[in-house]
């Protein structure tokens, strides 16, 4: 270890670099992107609306946690704090007060955020002609790092963390459109089939007649499809393959109607006008029995290393003893396909996996939609998935450290306008529909501003690193796509 007088006799680094001065160059793509989609929806106008005229408004924060939500690891107000310290940069977004205000917005989105979700549904219906006749929807998880409290609790995770507690989001999208419009947050523990009827709750005002949606199975049940019913809501869900089902293929085996090379059908026509779609699917069950095959080929691999090591009278493997010191336990191993060729075992050890059920699946519906229709309609429930994927990934909404009840559904409602931001995109310009939100918001990160401080004191801002969207939008000339949307978001006077 160097004493004291040799630290002083090392010398520094020193970088060749120009004069250190006042400017500052800051990420502007997603502030601006953010200040356009919520000028033409009239969110600063409601956002201003939840407080008194005092302080920072509630639309420029909110505008700043937005823009930057996607460029950090969870709305963390350190880190918001450490990119917004720079006065010039705080100017931008028009924040002159305190920077813990930014903790009680959150809190404060959270409170309205039903209000809020409301509000940008019936902008979606009547300014941009967002028809909602079919809806998509699905449920997902969202873990803490967070003590459990009434809300975020313990349950099933999707990201593979049940050593957290989590909340459980329900997303609703519109399928024409890909734009969000419904957002529900229930405590982690609620299952999906008990999440549905707040989902349904909240869209029920803005859907239209006889309108349709689309669910996964983990959500269906008697009792919600009833609910549907009720509301002359059509649906169309997968369900589980039950021994019915198998009976009625197996007893019809000729009876298979082909869609196209891959996809055949059965119709089981059910009670109270539900229709039970069973597919048969080629490529499906191949791969299914692709995956037996790999199943047992690894498992003759391992027999043969679990031979071996009896054979030359080794201890066996911690997998296959017991880590109790109390406990002694003896393993004895039988192999009944020694001698047997590997291939010749691996087709035995597939035929004794078989079940019948390879590559089929049911799809029920309570509308008379052709089989085309019904396949069609679920394979396209995909946008959703892309949606949580977009939050998930291109968001990067976890993991969240709040812990109130407000500050939860605030922290979430944040990464939703995220999204809407990005779907705003892709629906007011088809050639981007393709992209996915990360790439979106790498692209609008390149555009910069640079704010040079001169010595007398005055500021010049200069622009830079025009990315294909920006310059696409700010140069566009031509009518708005169909469905025309007011106010389309444009960039001016970037002086």
Not at 393 to 422: E, N, Q, Y
Request: aromatic share 8%.
């Amino acid at each position: 270890m160097y004493n004291l007088a040799k630290r002083r006799r090392i010398k520094k680094i020193r970088a060749r670099i120009p004069e250190p001065n006042g400017n500052v160059t800051m990420t502007m793509g997603n502030k601006v992107i953010v200040d356009a989609v919520f000028n033409d929806t009239g969110m600063n106008t409601f956002l201003d609306s939840l407080k008194r005229d005092q302080g920072d408004r509630v639309s420029s924060e909110t505008v700043a946690l937005v823009s930057n939500c996607v460029e950090m690891t969870g709305v963390s107000i350190n880190r918001l704090d450490r990119i917004l310290e720079n006065a010039n940069v705080r100017n931008e977004y028009g924040l002159n007060g305190d920077a813990r205000s930014i903790y009680r917005t959150v809190e404060r989105l959270g409170r309205n955020s039903d209000t809020l979700i409301r509000h940008l549904g019936n902008v979606l219906k009547d300014s941009y002609g967002i028809t909602m006749r079919t809806i998509f929807m699905d449920w997902t998880s969202m873990y803490f790092e967070a003590p459990a409290n009434n809300i975020i609790r313990f349950g099933y995770s999707r990201d593979h963390r049940p050593d957290r507690p989590q909340v459980n989001v329900g997303l609703s999208i519109d399928k024409d459109s890909g734009m969000p419009i419904g957002l529900t947050i229930m405590p982690g523990n609620v299952l999906d089939v008990t999440h549905f009827p707040e989902t349904l709750k909240q869209i029920l005002p803005l859907l239209p007649k006889d309108p349709m949606i689309i669910l996964d199975n983990g959500a269906y049940s008697r009792d919600n499809a009833a609910l549907m019913d009720r509301e002359n809501i059509g649906f169309v869900t997968r369900v589980q393959l039950n021994t019915s089902d198998q009976k009625y293929v197996h007893a019809r085996k000729e009876n298979w109607t082909e869609i196209d090379d891959d996809i055949s059908f059965m119709k089981i026509d059910g009670n109270l006008g539900r229709r039970r779609y069973v597919f048969s699917s080629k490529k499906r069950r191949e791969e299914i029995f692709a995956g037996y095959r790999g199943k047992a080929e690894r498992d003759y691999d391992e027999m043969e290393e679990i031979r071996a090591s009896v054979e030359k009278n080794r201890k066996p493997r911690k997998k296959h003893s017991n880590s109790n010191c109390f406990v002694n336990t003896r393993l004895s191993y039988r192999f009944p396909l020694a001698g047997i060729p590997r291939e010749q075992a691996t087709e035995r050890a597939v035929r004794e996996m078989i079940t019948g059920r390879e590559g089929l699946f049911v799809l029920l519906t309570n509308r008379e939609l052709s089989a085309s229709d019904v396949l069609e309609m679920y394979r396209s429930r995909n946008a959703v998935e892309t949606a949580f994927r977009d939050l998930k990934h291109g968001i990067d909404w976890r993991p969240a450290r709040c812990t109130s009840p407000d500050a939860v559904k605030g922290r979430i409602l944040i990464s939703f306008l995220s999204l809407f931001v990005m779907s705003m995109i892709r629906f007011l310009y088809p050639e981007y529909r393709t992209r996915t939100a990360e790439s979106i918001t790498e692209e609008l990160s390149s555009f910069s501003l640079t704010i040079i401080v001169r010595n007398d004191g005055t500021k010049r801002r200069v622009w830079s690193n025009f990315s294909p969207l920006i310059v696409h939008i700010h140069g566009e000339k031509r009518p708005v796509p169909v469905p025309k949307a007011p106010g389309q978001a444009s960039l001016e006077a970037f002086g």
